[in-house]
């Protein structure tokens, strides 16, 4: 009786705020774009409009909730509805699926209420919408922040059913789109190639892009992408979505073109073996899915992008960037305390700000001989480093840099103390035999005790060791095995538990050492998502430190992250390359070195003090101004980047030869965002010592105009060549 009573009065409410709505719209704002939401006659919430900004407020009563025909020449009252739930009349795939204590597998939002308020940088409109059967509440959240035309969203799932309902599907959004053609381009990935761009058309039926990793969880596949609206997506032109999902653990995309040729698409937590029993009263928060609609190409998109990532989501998005030495590419795992002082020397005399150590200092019983072992017990091993991470802090100190430090904390070797005293805490299976990524296995973070024993690894090394600057945070294996002893029979909770256990232990972290900034890294470029970004400075693009390779990685993740998040190191790998053309790759992106500078000759250690002195004059310009994509790798044999200050005084063009052909045509490369007004002189830097700058306009003073139009000659004839062109206002 009691369940009748709060069926009715529930469809009394909704039926009462229908009335007083008189066919609510609810506009979401940015500088360029509108998306417009509208209550239906039925009471139901729909998106009426999604595209440019219109300038005319009177314009929005001409629009109107969506209606479709049938097949037999009818008009059904089939919308676009913008939190679709699984069971209603529409044919096509649903945002959320509820089983409900009764077995009922339907549900049907009608709309409740929606307020605004302002936050950082932007206005939140929060939605609510409810069943009219059952009590299950849906709060729509989103952000738009005008100046740098981006939306963000993600929904809040909860019911007060007496008994835990089921959770099937939980996307974050739903958008649509009516257009002649639709072109998808992915970001797929692998170890040493990461977002790897390619472009196919959407057409009738499903395209779907998902991870079912659970942790390195990006590894074949990357969270976000770009939709070309009637187009295939062009740097400069045309109309384009780009989205990416903030969210650490499996996700899942997809676009489905309907019968008539319209487009949804579904971004979200992939479901996959993740059926969630959502208790009474609990909230069941998705990930935040960022957008940006460009009427400017790629480029616009990405430069918003960029600029709202630095100034809202990105740790410590607004300051600068340490350089650095690892010792990896050096040493590997064979080193002791006397190497690694006598590298610290050498990062002072390259003039990078801090020395990194690698993989390879702990383990007492199970020393971190090889990738085999180790993993779990973080205490220094005392025959390979006697004096502990004081003796190491100390010495750079001495040295004159800073000390930063690996660490691998989600993952545990078999062969380890941990999984001799804690073989629960790990992820594997009670009853099969169990396999090994990269001979190791991934830490229960959906378990509190073990999220505690994650962040005390961290909390006992800062301590400890107050002068610890930097942290690489590793996350080298997917997870294998995929049983929780934790969960026990609950174990569709485990892939999203995990990911929000990760987060808790990252949060603990950023609130009580805020100071660190810390890398982002999963086997290279595997966790990529501005969820986790919110805890690291910086992210690790690939362990492929080829330049050629990296050329088109950077170039890939460059359309998402700004260049402050992308680490780039100058390494060994592909020494056909000279050390400037790999030096010049890394110096587009946060710049570091991993080599032996007793490797390199003095010109060419020369080389890069210089390289390094001026990436610190000029990161401000790198790191935080606007980056113009000029010349694509993926359409040219040739790449060229620029940079540009907000106050347009000052630019940085890096441009890249890669395999030109035999006497091939050599274009110009025109400059984007410069001041057409003003007068820049042209420098060419990073020269090789005693080498004179081959480019006819180097020393000139040219106009923005003239540089913007017309351009520079800089490319040539020579496989793997580079040039770095500072640009200076002349009053």
């Known amino acids: 009786m009691k369940h009748l009573i709060a069926t009715a009065a529930l469809a009394l409410l909704a039926t009462t705020t229908l009335n007083a709505s008189d066919m609510k719209q609810i506009r979401i704002s940015t500088d360029r774009t509108d998306l417009v939401l509208q209550v239906g006659d039925n009471g139901r919430l729909y998106q009426s409009y999604f595209g440019e900004r219109l300038l005319n407020e009177s314009d929005l009563k001409e629009l109107g909730w969506s209606v479709h025909p049938a097949s037999d020449g009818s008009v059904s009252r089939r919308g676009w509805e913008v939190y679709s739930g699984s069971g209603n009349e529409d044919f096509f795939e649903p945002a959320l699926a509820v089983t409900h204590n009764d077995g009922n597998p339907s549900t049907w939002l009608y709309y409740v209420s929606s307020s605004s308020h302002p936050v950082e940088g932007g206005v939140q409109t929060d939605i609510q919408l409810r069943d009219d059967k059952y009590p299950v509440d849906v709060t729509l959240h989103y952000v738009a922040y005008p100046k740098e035309n981006v939306i963000k969203t993600w929904s809040e799932i909860r019911h007060q059913e007496k008994k835990p309902v089921t959770l099937s599907a939980y996307a974050s959004t739903m958008l649509y789109f009516s257009r002649p053609a639709y072109y998808l381009t992915e970001f797929s990935s692998d170890w040493a190639k990461e977002a790897q761009m390619s472009t196919q058309p959407l057409l009738f039926g499903k395209k779907v892009i998902d991870t079912k990793l659970g942790s390195r969880a990006a590894m074949h596949t990357h969270p976000f992408f770009i939709v070309g609206l009637d187009q295939p997506a062009q740097e400069r032109q045309g109309e384009v979505l780009m989205g990416t999902l903030a969210w650490t653990g499996n996700f899942r995309f997809t676009f489905e073109v309907d019968n008539v040729g319209n487009l949804r698409i579904i971004p979200g937590i992939n479901p996959y073996a993740s059926a969630y029993r959502l208790n009474r009263d609990e909230v069941f928060t998705t990930p935040e899915f960022i957008f940006t609609l460009s009427t400017e190409g790629t480029g616009q998109g990405s430069r918003n992008l960029q600029a709202w990532a630095r100034n809202y989501q990105l740790k410590d998005g607004k300051g600068t960037r340490l350089t650095l030495l690892n010792n990896w590419e050096n040493t590997a795992f064979d080193f002791d305390q006397d190497i690694l002082a006598e590298l610290m020397k050498e990062a002072k005399d390259l003039g990078v700000d801090m020395f990194l150590l690698d993989d390879g200092w702990f383990g007492n019983k199970y020393p971190r001989k090889d990738d085999r072992a180790g993993l779990g017990d973080w205490e220094v091993t005392h025959d390979k480093l006697p004096g502990g991470i004081r003796a190491l802090t100390d010495a750079a100190k001495e040295a004159g840099v800073k000390f930063g430090l690996w660490i691998e904390p989600e993952m545990v070797n078999p062969k380890s103390e941990l999984f001799e005293q804690h073989p629960d805490w790990a992820i594997h299976y009670p009853n099969r035999e169990t396999y090994y990524y990269r001979n190791q296995l991934v830490l229960d973070l959906s378990n509190p005790a073990v999220q505690d024993y994650v962040y005390s690894i961290v909390d006992k090394l800062l301590k400890e060791n107050p002068d610890i600057a930097y942290f690489k945070w590793d996350c080298n294996s997917p997870i294998t095995n995929i049983y929780s002893p934790y969960l026990k029979a609950e174990q569709g909770q485990l892939y999203i538990d995990h990911v929000r256990g990760v987060y808790n232990v990252m949060k603990r972290v950023k609130d009580n050492y805020p100071d660190v900034p810390m890398m982002l890294c999963s086997g290279g470029g595997a966790r990529c998502d501005y969820e986790a970004l919110k805890y690291f400075t910086e992210f690790w693009c690939s362990d492929n430190t080829d330049p050629v390779e990296r050329i088109y990685i950077q170039w890939g993740f460059s359309q998402f992250f700004p260049a402050k998040a992308m680490c780039a190191h100058v390494t060994s790998w592909n020494k056909a390359a000279s050390l400037k053309f790999r030096t010049d790759v890394a110096s587009m992106c946060k710049l570091g070195f991993d080599l032996g500078l007793k490797e390199l000759s003095a010109e060419e250690l020369l080389y890069c003090q210089t390289a390094v002195a001026n990436w610190k004059r000029l990161q401000s310009i790198i790191l935080d101004g606007n980056q113009y994509r000029l010349v694509s790798p993926y359409e040219s044999n040739h790449m060229a980047v620029n940079y540009v200050s907000t106050d347009s005084r000052k630019a940085v063009?890096?441009?890249?030869?890669?395999?030109?052909?035999?006497?091939?045509?050599?274009?110009?490369?025109?400059?984007?965002?410069?001041?057409?007004?003003?007068?820049?002189?042209?420098?060419?830097?990073?020269?090789?010592?005693?080498?004179?700058?081959?480019?006819?306009?180097?020393?000139?003073?040219l106009s923005g105009d003239y540089l913007m139009k017309i351009g520079l000659d800089i490319f040539g004839f020579r496989p793997m060549q580079s040039h770095v062109v500072e640009l200076t206002e002349v009053e």
């Open 653 to 701: 063009l890096f441009a890249y030869d890669v395999y030109p052909r035999y006497q091939e045509k050599l274009l110009p490369v025109r400059l984007q965002g410069l001041d057409p007004t003003k007068h820049y002189k042209v420098a060419e830097i990073n020269l090789m010592p005693e080498a004179q700058s081959s480019l006819p306009s180097n020393g000139r003073i």
